[in-house]
Structure formats: structure tokens, C-alpha cells
């Protein structure tokens, strides 16, 4: 009962939040709700062991999918952003073929190359994926009405309320994945790998798996952002966007399901609104790297390690 | 900050504050200012990242601009006098970021005008544009499309006005007969290799290879260098790319020994390119965007006003940051001062009619006319002269102006064979 009344005060807080924010920080909080699913994402990848960096290329295959569908065949916007998320995972499973013959600090290089691939045929195929300029002119979420409430997609909490309900179901599946038997093999894969195997788990079948899982998501997350922002191109989806993922993973911590998701909000706020608003902005990169570094070298188990500190003091209390 | 902003959440005066915002939010623009309060103008573009050489100067231009104007009065409607004040937001060259500087300019700061870089951030705006009415700037016409009627190219006509430095090149070198082009492959190096490929057809110089699009992230450009160079062209072109390319591929240039002519559309803090390479490798570099210092910019076909003694200013205030772009955003706000004034209100509408009005418009390097309908569907570029600008003896010299319509006049079919060739016309892009 508690428990219950608990998530109900989060969701009726997270219902009142936008209404409290400037339209700018309205803005964020959009990329912000998507930028949680793709970094939770990643963190399910990030169990069995393995760090890619064409997540976030993942995702704009999820996002130049679902442009594609909409503009190309004419689908319903939420069936395109589904099916780009299917795109994002089958792509993934394409690419765990090669991959998965590496491990480690190997397969770091080669998803980074593979990524590059990806991106090289978005801009080298004008036709259909609009070359350097990408696509622009992506249908937005058709408007519609529950009575009490006027979805209007252009209006930042309309996108909200929905961002937020599609992210609050795959952050369940996520999290049901991870305490499912399947989720806790993803750690024997990764702490016990040779033991895991010894027992007759496929290890490469549970490291493709996790990828594909964690590249369908992060294709949903893709297909949020393109038919909000209406335009995509290859360098929306770069090294620097996947070099910020990393970096809420690591400051964030990835011990837990909610660790990658407290970077996340934490440096989003910090850079997005914090540092404009203190009229820092030709400084952020700056500010940014050094609370990097600093989180490494003081937090080395992330944000996450203040939590458990504090809920375990309260718990021996 | 944090906690301000997650209790202000909460806090059911300011949920029926914001629902009461939203809903005067709906019919934004608002643009009704009392007298004397400063009309704010929005400057979207990047300050931070790869592209920030042609946002951050562009800034501390309309800083002086600003001030200037201010201490002569300010900008006079109709209701009286109003001083100038100037918003910025660091958009970073991404769409996404565009959209939520445009949202907070237009519907938090109440701007009345927002200049942008343009380019790929420019399609994350359009929606808000289309929304709201705004008035935007780009300084890339390439942005142009019948859809974005409140969308003016005022100043800058890139890629078009690239055509004149290759006639210029052509006229004053007549044995250089051949080519190479490099550029990133973005949105402002393709449509600019488009305009350098029509220049040089025609001229009659031939382009040895297909211009080498290399990627944005590029940090190692010996290969490139080595690339361009093994056809012994007589001429290499770096289109369009921005300094942290000009730079590293003139140093490379440099060092593998190259001899022949350099065209680019910038050669943007070319001192420290000089100090790079020599004083001698530089001599001759042809480039598009001059130094206010310049006695040609003191004539009387030039609009901007006092230009030297703006640029005597920038230099004093910002030494060896002059740039392409530290004059343009400047001059844009000259044109929309004039044409506020003219409409007496601050109001975007009001504004571009009185802006276009008769089809003409005073650009910075003379009277020019409001142009593009067969390049972009629509007349909301202002095109005219253009300087020419060479490096003699390691400072930058205007060599002449030369007419962007005229040579339209004659090879616009070219222009536009290879603009269809590289899907840049307005029909064919996104």
C-alpha cells in the first residue's frame, strides 16, 4: 500500500513538474525524459560487461527509421517509433555477428567503427536518408484530445506527458528484464563468465540479446527525438553525443537501474540549466570535463554511492 | 538552483502561474513595448564547439553595434525612443538545442528579432518559427524555402557570393587551369561545393577529382592534404570549411611543400595561419571576407556605417578575434533597425514588409535587391556586390567588388545544374 502510494506521489509529481518550469527548462525536461531511456538503455548493455559506443548511432537508427517509415510510407507516427525501435535491435543483432567475436577493449574499438559505418551510409546515401543536411520535415505526433486535456504536440509538456508515459513503460521492461532470470544471467555473463558457460549459458547469445534489447530501446529513444525536433541529421547522432551518454553512465554509477539515471538528470541540469543560467555557457565544456574528472577521481562508484551511503545509514537507524 | 526549481514544481501558485503563461503563451509573439523599455533581440548560434568562429565573434560585433546605437539614442518607433539589448543562447550547432534557444527567446526574453548561424540547427527552429511568426536571420540562404516565409537572408548570400573570388582568380591568373576542392561534408560545405564547381565551368578551369568530402569529426588532415595534392592541381579550394579546418589544412598545405594558388571562402584569424606557415605561403590566398579596416570599405557605395571606426573598436576590445562573421550579424541589425524605424513598431510582420519594401534594400557593400525565388523559392535573400579579398603581404586587402546578379545573369544554369547535382536546390532538400 505504501509503495503504491509512493509511485502514485511521483507520478502526480512528475504530472505537476512541467507546470513549474520556464518553456526553456520545459524544453530540457523533453530531452531530458528521452535522454533517460537512452542511457538506461545502455546501462542493461553495460551488465553483461561490454561498453559500446554506437549506442548512440543505435539510436539514430531508431530515429532515421522511424523518420523514414512516416515520411516514406505514410505510417501512424507511434507505429513508426515502434518499428524503429525493432529497426535499432535488428540492426544490433546484424551487428553482433561481427562484434561479439571481440570482447573488451576490442569490441570498445569495433562498436566505434561500426558505428562510424552507419553514419558514413546515412551521409553517403542522399536517397533516402537526406545525405550531410539528413531529414527535416518529420511528421510530428498528430495532435488529439482525452477530453480534459489537449494534446498539442508542439507544446513542450504535451510531448512531455507523452515521452514521459512511453519512457515509464520501458524503464518497467528494463527493470523487469534485469530481475528476471535473464537479467541476472546478464551478470553471470559478465562477473562469471567462465562459470556461466561452464553451467551452459550461451555467453555470445546472452551478450547479443542484451545488445539487441538495449539498441530497441535506444532506437524508441531516437524515434521520441526525431519527431519532436522534426529534423535529424548524422552529426545529431556523434561521438560527442555518445562521449555525454558515457559520461552520465560513469557519474551517474552503474551498479544500479537508477545510478546512469541520477547522471543524467544531475549533468543535465548542471549544464542545461545551471551553467546558462549563471551565464557560464562559453565555459559549460569546461565545467563539464572538470566535474568529469572530479567525479572520478572522488566518486569513483558515481552518484549512486551517496545514495546507498545515506539509505544505509537510514536503514541501520 | 536545483532545489528552487523542483519546489517551484510543486507549488501551486506557480502551476496556475504557468498554465495562466501558457495559455498567453498561444497567441506569442507579443510586441507591444512602452516607451524607452530596450527591445531585445535574440542571437541564436553557436558559442561553444567546432562551429563557435562564426557565432562568439558575431556576438561581440552586435555588442559594439549595440552599444553604438544606444549611445546615439537608441532605435526609434513610433511610441519614442527604445535602447537595444541583446539575448544570446549557445544553440552549440545543434537542431535540438536551436529549438529550445528559440523557445526560450521568443516566448521567456520577448525578443522581437532572433539572428541565427543557420544550417543544420536552422530545421529544429523552423517549427517554432511557423508557430510563433518570429522573425529569424540566417546567414546561410541556403535555409531559404518557400515554407519559411519569416526567414531573411540580409547580409551573408552564401554559397553565392564564393563566384566572384573564382572570377577574380580567373581574371588575375589566367595559366592556372585546374582544381581541387575540399569540404566538410555538412550542410554549409555541400551547397558551397555546388557554387565552386559552377565557378570554375564557368571559367573554363577544370576539377581534376570529385571534391573531397571529408567528415566533420576530421582531425588528421595530412592524408587529406596528401590527397588533394597528388593531382598537381594549379589551384586548391577549401570551400566552405570552418577555421579549425582552413587552419590545420593550410599547415599541412604548407609543410608538404605546396606551391600553387588557394581559394576559401574564409581565412578566418588568418594571422595566426601566417604564423603557422610563412608570411610568403600565404601571399596571394583568396578569400571573401574583409577587414573593416580597409579604405575600400570607407566609399561611399558602403552602407555599413563608419566601418573602419567599428572595426578600430572590435580590434581594440577583442584583439586578433576579427572574423568572417564579426561584422555581418552587425549589419543585419543595421537593416533591421532601418527597417524598424521605417514601420515604427518592433513587430516581426510590420518589420519584413517594411524591410522589402520595393524590392531593394541597402546591404553593407552597397544597395542590392531582395533576390532568390529560381535558387530558393523565394525572394528573402538580399544580393548585390561582393568584395574579393587577397592577402598581400600578410594582411587582408579588398581587390575589388563584383556582382553577384550579374554573374547570375549569365551562368545561373550552371549554378543550378550542380545544386541538383548535390540535392541542394529548395525542392530537393530534407
Request: glycine letters at 10%.
Given at each position: 500500500?505504501?509503495?503504491?502510494?509512493?509511485?502514485?506521489?511521483?507520478?502526480?509529481?512528475?504530472?505537476?513538474?512541467?507546470?513549474?518550469?520556464?518553456?526553456?527548462?520545459?524544453?530540457?525536461?523533453?530531452?531530458?525524459?528521452?535522454?533517460?531511456?537512452?542511457?538506461?538503455s545502455y546501462r542493461l548493455l553495460t551488465l553483461t560487461g561490454e561498453w559500446s559506443l554506437a549506442h548512440v548511432?543505435?539510436?539514430?537508427?531508431?530515429?532515421?527509421?522511424?523518420?523514414?517509415?512516416?515520411?516514406?510510407?505514410?505510417?501512424?507516427?507511434?507505429?513508426?517509433?515502434?518499428?524503429?525501435?525493432?529497426?535499432?535491435?535488428?540492426?544490433?543483432?546484424?551487428?553482433?555477428?561481427?562484434?561479439?567475436?571481440?570482447?573488451?577493449?576490442?569490441?570498445?574499438?569495433?562498436?566505434?567503427?561500426?558505428?562510424?559505418?552507419?553514419?558514413?551510409?546515412?551521409?553517403?546515401?542522399?536517397?533516402?536518408?537526406?545525405?550531410?543536411?539528413?531529414?527535416?520535415?518529420?511528421?510530428?505526433?498528430?495532435?488529439?484530445?482525452?477530453?480534459?486535456?489537449?494534446?498539442?504536440?508542439?507544446?513542450?509538456?504535451?510531448?512531455?506527458?507523452?515521452?514521459?508515459?512511453?519512457?515509464?513503460?520501458?524503464?518497467?521492461?528494463l527493470w523487469r528484464i534485469e530481475r528476471s532470470p535473464v537479467g541476472l544471467t546478464f551478470h553471470a555473463v559478465?562477473?562469471?563468465?567462465?562459470?556461466?558457460?561452464?553451467?551452459?549459458?550461451?555467453?555470445?547469445?546472452?551478450?547479443?540479446?542484451?545488445?539487441?534489447?538495449?539498441?530497441?530501446?535506444?532506437?524508441?529513444?531516437?524515434?521520441?527525438?526525431?519527431?519532436?525536433?522534426?529534423?535529424?541529421?548524422?552529426?545529431?547522432?556523434?561521438?560527442?553525443?555518445?562521449?555525454?551518454?558515457?559520461?552520465?553512465?560513469?557519474?551517474?554509477?552503474?551498479?544500479?537501474?537508477?545510478?546512469?539515471?541520477?547522471?543524467?538528470?544531475?549533468?543535465?541540469?548542471?549544464?542545461?540549466?545551471?551553467?546558462?543560467?549563471?551565464?557560464?555557457?562559453?565555459?559549460?565544456?569546461?565545467?563539464?570535463?572538470?566535474?568529469?574528472?572530479?567525479?572520478?577521481?572522488?566518486?569513483?562508484?558515481?552518484?549512486?554511492?551517496?545514495?546507498?551511503?545515506?539509505?544505509?545509514?537510514?536503514?541501520?537507524? | 538552483?536545483?532545489?528552487?526549481?523542483?519546489?517551484?514544481?510543486?507549488?501551486?501558485?506557480?502551476?496556475?502561474?504557468?498554465?495562466?503563461?501558457?495559455?498567453?503563451?498561444?497567441?506569442?509573439?507579443?510586441?507591444?513595448?512602452?516607451?524607452?523599455?530596450?527591445?531585445?533581440?535574440?542571437?541564436?548560434?553557436?558559442?561553444?564547439?567546432?562551429?563557435?568562429?562564426?557565432?562568439?565573434?558575431?556576438?561581440?560585433?552586435?555588442?559594439?553595434?549595440?552599444?553604438?546605437?544606444?549611445?546615439?539614442?537608441?532605435?526609434?518607433?513610433?511610441?519614442?525612443?527604445?535602447?537595444?539589448?541583446?539575448?544570446?543562447?549557445?544553440?552549440?550547432?545543434?537542431?535540438?538545442?536551436?529549438?529550445?534557444?528559440?523557445?526560450?527567446?521568443?516566448?521567456?526574453?520577448?525578443?522581437?528579432?532572433?539572428?541565427?548561424?543557420?544550417?543544420?540547427?536552422?530545421?529544429?527552429?523552423?517549427?517554432?518559427?511557423?508557430?510563433?511568426?518570429?522573425?529569424?536571420?540566417?546567414?546561410?540562404?541556403?535555409?531559404?524555402?518557400?515554407?519559411?516565409?519569416?526567414?531573411?537572408?540580409?547580409?551573408?548570400?552564401?554559397?553565392?557570393?564564393?563566384?566572384?573570388?573564382?572570377?577574380?582568380?580567373?581574371?588575375?591568373?589566367?595559366?592556372?587551369?585546374?582544381?581541387?576542392?575540399?569540404?566538410?561534408?555538412?550542410?554549409?560545405?555541400?551547397?558551397?561545393?555546388?557554387?565552386?564547381?559552377?565557378?570554375?565551368?564557368?571559367?573554363?578551369?577544370?576539377?581534376?577529382?570529385?571534391?573531397?568530402?571529408?567528415?566533420?569529426?576530421?582531425?588528421?588532415?595530412?592524408?587529406?592534404?596528401?590527397?588533394?595534392?597528388?593531382?598537381?592541381?594549379?589551384?586548391?579550394?577549401?570551400?566552405?570549411?570552418?577555421?579549425?579546418?582552413?587552419?590545420?589544412?593550410?599547415?599541412?598545405?604548407?609543410?608538404?611543400?605546396?606551391?600553387?594558388?588557394?581559394?576559401?571562402?574564409?581565412?578566418?584569424?588568418?594571422?595566426?595561419?601566417?604564423?603557422?606557415?610563412?608570411?610568403?605561403?600565404?601571399?596571394?590566398?583568396?578569400?571573401?571576407?574583409?577587414?573593416?579596416?580597409?579604405?575600400?570599405?570607407?566609399?561611399?557605395?558602403?552602407?555599413?556605417?563608419?566601418?573602419?571606426?567599428?572595426?578600430?573598436?572590435?580590434?581594440?576590445?577583442?584583439?586578433?578575434?576579427?572574423?568572417?562573421?564579426?561584422?555581418?550579424?552587425?549589419?543585419?541589425?543595421?537593416?533591421?533597425?532601418?527597417?524598424?524605424?521605417?514601420?515604427?513598431?518592433?513587430?516581426?510582420?510590420?518589420?519584413?514588409?517594411?524591410?522589402?519594401?520595393?524590392?531593394?534594400?541597402?546591404?553593407?557593400?552597397?544597395?542590392?535587391?531582395?533576390?532568390?525565388?529560381?535558387?530558393?523559392?523565394?525572394?528573402?535573400?538580399?544580393?548585390g556586390d561582393w568584395p574579393v579579398v587577397v592577402i598581400e603581404d600578410g594582411k587582408a586587402v579588398i581587390k575589388?567588388?563584383?556582382?553577384?546578379?550579374?554573374?547570375?545573369?549569365?551562368?545561373?544554369?550552371?549554378?543550378?545544374?550542380?545544386?541538383?547535382?548535390?540535392?541542394?536546390?529548395?525542392?530537393?532538400?530534407?
Amino acid at each position: 500500500m505504501l509503495k503504491f502510494l509512493i509511485w502514485l506521489i511521483v507520478a502526480v509529481a512528475l504530472i505537476a513538474l512541467p507546470h513549474g518550469l520556464s518553456f526553456s527548462q520545459q524544453e530540457i525536461l523533453v530531452f531530458l525524459t528521452i535522454n533517460i531511456l537512452v542511457v538506461s538503455s545502455y546501462r542493461l548493455l553495460t551488465l553483461t560487461g561490454e561498453w559500446s559506443l554506437a549506442h548512440v548511432v543505435i539510436m539514430g537508427v531508431g530515429a532515421y527509421a522511424s523518420a523514414l517509415f512516416t515520411k516514406e510510407l505514410g505510417l501512424w507516427v507511434p507505429v513508426s517509433m515502434l518499428l524503429g525501435g525493432l529497426t535499432a535491435a535488428l540492426i544490433a543483432v546484424i551487428l553482433s555477428f561481427p562484434l561479439f567475436r571481440m570482447k573488451g577493449f576490442y569490441f570498445l574499438i569495433g562498436s566505434f567503427a561500426a558505428g562510424e559505418i552507419i553514419r558514413l551510409l546515412w551521409k553517403h546515401f542522399r536517397d533516402p536518408f537526406g545525405g550531410a543536411k539528413g531529414i527535416k520535415g518529420i511528421d510530428p505526433m498528430p495532435d488529439f484530445s482525452i477530453g480534459i486535456y489537449n494534446f498539442d504536440f508542439f507544446e513542450p509538456v504535451s510531448y512531455f506527458y507523452f515521452a514521459g508515459f512511453i519512457v515509464a513503460i520501458c524503464l518497467w521492461i528494463l527493470w523487469r528484464i534485469e530481475r528476471s532470470p535473464v537479467g541476472l544471467t546478464f551478470h553471470a555473463v559478465h562477473w562469471q563468465d567462465k562459470l556461466a558457460e561452464a553451467s551452459g549459458v550461451n555467453l555470445r547469445a546472452y551478450r547479443t540479446l542484451a545488445f539487441a534489447v538495449a539498441s530497441g530501446f535506444a532506437g524508441i529513444g531516437g524515434a521520441l527525438l526525431a519527431h519532436y525536433i522534426g529534423t535529424i541529421n548524422p552529426n545529431s547522432f556523434d561521438l560527442d553525443l555518445m562521449v555525454f551518454v558515457l559520461t552520465w553512465a560513469i557519474v551517474g554509477g552503474t551498479g544500479t537501474f537508477y545510478g546512469p539515471i541520477l547522471g543524467c538528470v544531475a549533468l543535465t541540469i548542471l549544464n542545461e540549466v545551471v551553467l546558462r543560467e549563471l551565464g557560464f555557457e562559453q565555459m559549460r565544456p569546461l565545467i563539464y570535463g572538470a566535474i568529469l574528472i572530479c567525479s572520478i577521481l572522488f566518486l569513483p562508484k558515481g552518484l549512486e554511492s551517496i545514495v546507498q551511503k545515506f539509505t544505509k545509514r537510514r536503514a541501520k537507524q | 538552483m536545483i532545489s528552487k526549481i523542483m519546489a517551484a514544481g510543486l507549488s501551486r501558485r506557480t502551476f496556475l502561474k504557468s498554465t495562466a503563461i501558457t495559455a498567453v503563451g498561444a497567441s506569442l509573439p507579443s510586441m507591444s513595448l512602452a516607451a524607452g523599455e530596450p527591445i531585445k533581440i535574440g542571437f541564436l548560434a553557436p558559442l561553444t564547439g567546432a562551429v563557435a568562429a562564426w557565432g562568439k565573434p558575431g556576438l561581440d560585433g552586435c555588442e559594439i553595434w549595440a552599444e553604438r546605437v544606444n549611445a546615439a539614442g537608441g532605435i526609434e518607433l513610433s511610441d519614442g525612443k527604445h535602447p537595444v539589448e541583446l539575448v544570446s543562447y549557445d544553440n552549440e550547432y545543434d537542431p535540438a538545442k536551436a529549438r529550445t534557444g528559440a523557445t526560450q527567446l521568443i516566448r521567456e526574453d520577448n525578443v522581437s528579432f532572433i539572428m541565427m548561424l543557420g544550417g543544420d540547427t536552422w530545421p529544429g527552429v523552423q517549427p517554432v518559427a511557423d508557430k510563433t511568426g518570429m522573425l529569424f536571420s540566417t546567414l546561410l540562404p541556403s535555409d531559404l524555402s518557400p515554407d519559411s516565409t519569416t526567414l531573411i537572408a540580409p547580409t551573408e548570400v552564401h554559397p553565392i557570393y564564393l563566384v566572384t573570388g573564382v572570377d577574380y582568380l580567373a581574371d588575375t591568373y589566367p595559366d592556372a587551369k585546374t582544381a581541387v576542392i575540399c569540404a566538410q561534408d555538412d550542410a554549409l560545405g555541400l551547397p558551397s561545393v555546388a557554387t565552386y564547381l559552377a565557378a570554375f565551368e564557368a571559367r573554363d578551369i577544370e576539377v581534376l577529382e570529385e571534391p573531397l568530402l571529408f567528415d566533420p569529426a576530421t582531425t588528421d588532415f595530412a592524408p587529406i592534404v596528401t590527397r588533394l595534392m597528388s593531382s598537381n592541381p594549379d589551384i586548391i579550394c577549401l570551400d566552405t570549411c570552418y577555421s579549425d579546418y582552413v587552419h590545420p589544412i593550410c599547415e599541412q598545405l604548407f609543410q608538404q611543400g605546396y606551391k600553387g594558388k588557394m581559394i576559401s571562402a574564409t581565412a578566418d584569424f588568418y594571422d595566426q595561419m601566417i604564423a603557422k606557415t610563412s608570411k610568403e605561403f600565404m601571399e596571394g590566398f583568396i578569400f571573401q571576407f574583409p577587414d573593416f579596416d580597409d579604405p575600400a570599405l570607407a566609399g561611399d557605395n558602403i552602407n555599413f556605417e563608419d566601418a573602419n571606426g567599428f572595426y578600430e573598436a572590435y580590434a581594440e576590445r577583442h584583439p586578433g578575434q576579427w572574423g568572417a562573421v564579426s561584422w555581418e550579424y552587425a549589419s543585419i541589425m543595421d537593416l533591421w533597425k532601418a527597417a524598424a524605424e521605417k514601420a515604427g513598431s518592433a513587430d516581426p510582420e510590420a518589420v519584413i514588409t517594411a524591410m522589402k519594401e520595393g524590392g531593394t534594400g541597402k546591404h553593407a557593400f552597397g544597395d542590392a535587391k531582395w533576390w532568390g525565388t529560381e535558387l530558393f523559392g523565394i525572394d528573402n535573400a538580399l544580393v548585390g556586390d561582393w568584395p574579393v579579398v587577397v592577402i598581400e603581404d600578410g594582411k587582408a586587402v579588398i581587390k575589388g567588388f563584383k556582382s553577384i546578379p550579374d554573374w547570375y545573369d549569365q551562368h545561373g544554369d550552371l549554378l543550378i545544374k550542380h545544386m541538383q547535382a548535390y540535392d541542394q536546390m529548395y525542392d530537393q532538400r530534407g
